[in-house]
C-alpha cells in the first residue's frame, strides 16, 4: 500500500517568494502522482497530473516534478500571491492506476 | 460546463437512518470513486469503479456500498450510518485512457450523524 506524507504541514511565506512544496511516497512503481488545492470548505481543484513516466510537469507559475527513484515530487510555486493561500494536498495512485492514496496536504499562507 | 456534482451538500441524520448521496459527472468518465475527508487523517478512499457494473473495496469501504448501472451515476449508500460516519465526503471521476487519469472532484457532502 502506498503512503503518502507532505511536510510541513503548514508554511508562511511573504508575497513574492518563490516555495517548493514536498510530497513523499513509498511505492517507487506509483502509476501517476497528481497536485490538488483545497480552499477552506471547498472541494478539490487539480493542479498538476505527472505521468509515471514523465520527470515534470508545468501550468503557469506552477511546475511539479516526479523522482521515482528517491519517492518525492515536489510543486514549485513562482512568485507566490495572496490568492496562492490555500491547502496543498498531493496523491499518488497504486501500480495500477486504480487506487490513490493522499497526503495530509500543506496549508499555505501568502502573506501580503 | 464539465462537472461532478454531488446532492445533498449538507446531511444531518441519526443513527441507523439509512441514506444515500448521489454523484454525478457529465464528462463521460469511465472511473469513479469516493472519498472521505477526516481532520488529521486526509482523504481516503471508500470504493471506486472502473465502468458501468465494476466496482472494488478502498481503504475504508466498511459500513458503505456503491453501485454503478449507469456510466455517469455512482451513488454512495449507507445502510445504517453510524456517528464515527460523520465526515466531508468527495466523489471523484477520471477518463481512463492510457495512463492519463487525472481526477476531478466534486463539491463536497458535508454528512453529519447523531
Known amino acids: 500500500k502506498q503512503e503518502v506524507t507532505q511536510i510541513p504541514a503548514a508554511l508562511s511565506v511573504p508575497e513574492g517568494e518563490n516555495l517548493v512544496l514536498n510530497c513523499s511516497f513509498t511505492?517507487?512503481?506509483?502509476?501517476?502522482l497528481q497536485w490538488f488545492r483545497q480552499d477552506p470548505g471547498k472541494g478539490l481543484t487539480s493542479l498538476l497530473l505527472?505521468?509515471?513516466?514523465?520527470r515534470e510537469q508545468t501550468s503557469g507559475r506552477l511546475n511539479a516534478s516526479l523522482d521515482k527513484s528517491s519517492g518525492r515530487s515536489t510543486l514549485y510555486i513562482a512568485a507566490s500571491q495572496p490568492g496562492d493561500s490555500a491547502t496543498y494536498l498531493c496523491a499518488g495512485a497504486s501500480n495500477t492506476g486504480n487506487q490513490f492514496y493522499f497526503g495530509t496536504g500543506t496549508s499555505l499562507t501568502v502573506i501580503p | 460546463e464539465a462537472q461532478v456534482t454531488q446532492n445533498p451538500r449538507y446531511l444531518i441524520t441519526v443513527t441507523g437512518k439509512k441514506l444515500t448521496v448521489t454523484c454525478s459527472q457529465n464528462?463521460?468518465?469511465?472511473?469513479m470513486s469516493w472519498y472521505r475527508q477526516d481532520p488529521g487523517l486526509g482523504l481516503r478512499q471508500i470504493y471506486y469503479?472502473?465502468?458501468?457494473?465494476?466496482?472494488d473495496k478502498g481503504d475504508v469501504p466498511e459500513g458503505y456500498k456503491v453501485s454503478r448501472k449507469e456510466k455517469r451515476n455512482f451513488p454512495l449508500i449507507l445502510e445504517s450510518p453510524s456517528p464515527n460516519q460523520t465526515s466531508l465526503y468527495f466523489c471523484?471521476?477520471?477518463?481512463?485512457?492510457?495512463?492519463?487519469?487525472?481526477?476531478?472532484f466534486g463539491p463536497g457532502t458535508r454528512l453529519t450523524v447523531l
Open positions: 469503479s472502473m465502468n458501468v457494473e465494476v466496482t
Open positions: 464528462m463521460n468518465h469511465e472511473y
Open positions: 471523484a471521476s477520471a477518463r481512463w485512457a492510457d495512463s492519463y487519469n487525472e481526477q476531478f
Open positions: 511505492d517507487s512503481a506509483i502509476y501517476n
Open positions: 505527472i505521468q509515471s513516466s514523465q
